[in-house]
């Protein structure tokens, strides 16, 4: 059950709330649905119960608020939007890389990708798929951990009528089996087939609160959808018979060619546009909506033709039981005979045509949608899954793995890094005067970083910025969970990247060196010791400041600025600060650590520990330590910062 409590958004300058003391609840077993018009409050809402704007009030997911729920997603299942995915990342990876995230098993990817029928589509991309594709994949994403409550923003927005029906008939099927469904929507049509229970909505308040059968008796009423290219004439002349037969007829301009007469019948408009010769392109009957504040009065009746509220009759109404419009007074007398084409069309709802009765037939279509629905005509959902929360770090670690190797950009990077590499160690070599070790680095003297280090450094930056591009762990809390676990996941794979671009880039440029100059420019230098260290630590440095950076600011392009302000900003800094006047010098200090601890470490541990101090003392070294460092406090406070708030 959901229970909501005086939801308030916080008004901006001198406009007034998008939704003002709004409560409400969606009981379990139910299909409860949000109606509204555009701008009426529904999403907002929605935003508020998930904690994901700032407002005022409070909502219960079975008696705790979302803040107090452990893991969010397996109790509540959100889709707002879109799909929040990379659009190169194929369907089941998608899934396959949320499973990791939500804790359950792979499989658990297949069995959801079959109830949604997204199996003959699981190699597609993101990109490629269709709304009603994209649809059934975000449902899938919902049902992934098998929440008891669905939150789902407008479901069928952009669907056909057949991918409609699926989709109530899988959230029917929810319901059924217990669950909480709360969806908005703004047909009132289709509220009334698919909810059990309407909260209208009308500029942030509740104008109605009501089982479905009391909101399509009071909310809808029957009418004639008419489409005609001189539809202005036709009002006219409707509005003049129907008061000179002395019949509550009302006329309303939908827009362009459409018409929507409330009163009235099929057979009655169709004589009337015949008599006076004006061309029909569809008359059929459907079922209309009276306004958003039909439903505050509940003697109303569906079959009484009233005016509708808050509707200007002028410009596009017309009432019989008014003295007519400017469109009657101006409408020519003497037009030439045309043909009609009086056939009825079916309604955009798939409401039947030709009914000799509208509002009998209402009442019929109405009790027909509110039929008792059988399980066994219901799609069948995914098997319950049971979720044990483990607390090892393996879980992020898969994700992230998934994440990284489900897209070809890191790849694709790596490659360009691998090619950029080789011609330059080669166009170094025929310059001359290159150390050795800059030559296997394909480093010039000219340039801040090394292509191996900028590739790590975006490579890391990509890391946390597409989470923030295409927030796929964001859908139940709105941004990106600064989460330890998830930090150092993201830490030890960029790590593991950058140690392998790094080792396949000395070896391409040394593999490229002997092939065109020989033997003589790839002898493995003296100190190559100290300068493996340097060159791993310089290139996982940069990978780490790009992750960190994008972490906190939230932007690729944020990380990779950080890694390139490093030798641009920081070194210049750190040089003239170790270049300063000093009292003493670290000279020594080898002797010194062996010393300090007084024995021999197992393997040469001593020379691993001196090799990082050398690259600690260089200023590249250094100034890449002092950034990482600096990055690293920064993002621990704004993790402790969003814990306290």
Wanted: with cysteine; proline share 7%.
């Amino acid at each position: 059950m959901i229970q909501a409590f005086g939801l308030t958004s916080n008004p901006r300058k001198d406009l007034p709330p998008a939704v003002d003391d709004i409560s409400f609840e969606a009981r379990a077993g139910q299909v409860t649905a949000l109606l509204g018009s555009a701008g009426a409050g529904k999403t907002t809402a929605l935003r508020l119960m998930l904690e994901l704007q700032q407002g005022r009030g409070i909502t219960y997911f079975r008696g705790r608020p979302l803040h107090r729920i452990s893991h969010p997603s397996r109790e509540v299942g959100v889709l707002l939007g879109g799909v929040p995915g990379h659009p190169a990342r194929t369907v089941r990876g998608h899934l396959r890389m949320l499973c990791a995230a939500a804790g359950v098993a792979v499989r658990r990817a297949d069995e959801v990708l079959e109830v949604v029928g997204l199996v003959s589509l699981r190699d597609e991309r993101l990109g490629t798929l269709s709304r009603g594709m994209d649809r059934r994949l975000g449902l899938a994403c919902v049902l992934l951990s098998d929440p008891h409550t669905l939150v789902l923003d407008e479901p069928a927005d952009g669907l056909s009528a057949r991918e409609t029906r699926w989709l109530h008939g899988m959230l029917r099927a929810h319901a059924a089996q217990g669950g909480t469904v709360l969806i908005t929507a703004a047909d009132p049509k289709e509220v009334a087939r698919s909810a059990d229970r309407v909260v209208s909505l009308d500029q942030g308040r509740v104008v109605a609160d009501q089982p479905a059968a009391d909101f399509a008796r009071t909310r809808l009423r029957p009418r004639v959808a008419v489409r005609s290219p001189h539809a202005a004439r036709l009002a006219a002349l409707l509005a003049k018979e129907a008061r000179a037969a002395h019949r509550s007829v009302e006329v309303v301009r939908e827009g362009g060619n459409r018409l929507s007469v409330y009163g009235g019948t099929c057979a009655d408009v169709g004589e009337t546009a015949f008599r006076h010769g004006i061309l029909v392109h569809q008359l059929a009957d459907e079922i209309g909506d009276m306004g958003p504040g039909a439903g505050a009065e509940p003697d109303g009746d569906a079959e009484t033709p009233e005016e509708t509220p808050g509707a200007e009759p002028s410009r596009g109404a017309v009432d019989a039981r008014g003295t007519g419009t400017e469109q009657e007074r101006s409408a020519p007398d003497g037009s030439p005979e045309r043909p009609v084409a009086n056939r009825e069309a079916p309604s955009t709802d798939g409401t039947a045509a030709a009914r000799p009765d509208s509002a009998s037939a209402a009442r019929t279509a109405v009790s027909a949608s509110r039929a008792p629905r059988t399980l066994d005509a219901l799609p069948s959902l995914p098997p319950p899954i049971s979720v044990r929360s483990a607390p090892s770090p393996l879980r992020p670690l898969r994700y992230e793995i998934r994440r990284a190797a489900g897209i070809s950009t890191g790849f694709l990077i790596a490659a360009a890094v691998l090619v950029v590499s080789a011609v330059t160690a080669v166009l170094l070599a025929r310059i001359g005067h290159t150390p050795q070790a800059r030559l296997l680095a394909a480093w010039p003297q000219q340039v801040p970083l090394p292509p191996a280090a900028l590739g790590a450094g975006l490579i890391g930056a990509l890391a946390f910025g597409d989470e923030f591009r295409h927030p796929a762990l964001a859908a139940d809390r709105g941004t990106v969970p600064r989460r330890l676990g998830l930090l150092v996941a993201k830490l030890v794979v960029t790590a593991a990247t950058a140690v392998a671009l790094a080792f396949l880039t000395v070896g391409c440029d040394a593999e490229l060196l002997y092939l065109v100059y020989g033997r003589e420019l790839t002898q493995v230098p003296a100190d190559w010791f100290s300068s493996s260290a340097s060159w791993l630590g310089l290139v996982i440095g940069c990978a780490w400041a790009g992750v960190l950076a994008a972490g906190i600011f939230r932007s690729t392009t944020a990380g990779l600025a950080a890694v390139v302000a490093v030798p641009v900003i920081v070194v210049p800094l750190v040089h003239k600060a170790l270049e300063g006047p000093s009292a003493r010098t670290a000279a020594g200090f080898p002797l010194r650590v062996r010393e300090v601890l007084l024995m021999q470490w197992p393997f040469g541990g001593e020379r691993y520990l001196v090799a990082v101090a050398r690259v600690l003392a260089q200023p590249v070294g250094s100034a890449l330590a002092l950034s990482v460092t600096v990055l690293l406090c920064a993002y621990l406070f704004t993790t402790l910062r969003a814990r306290v708030r």
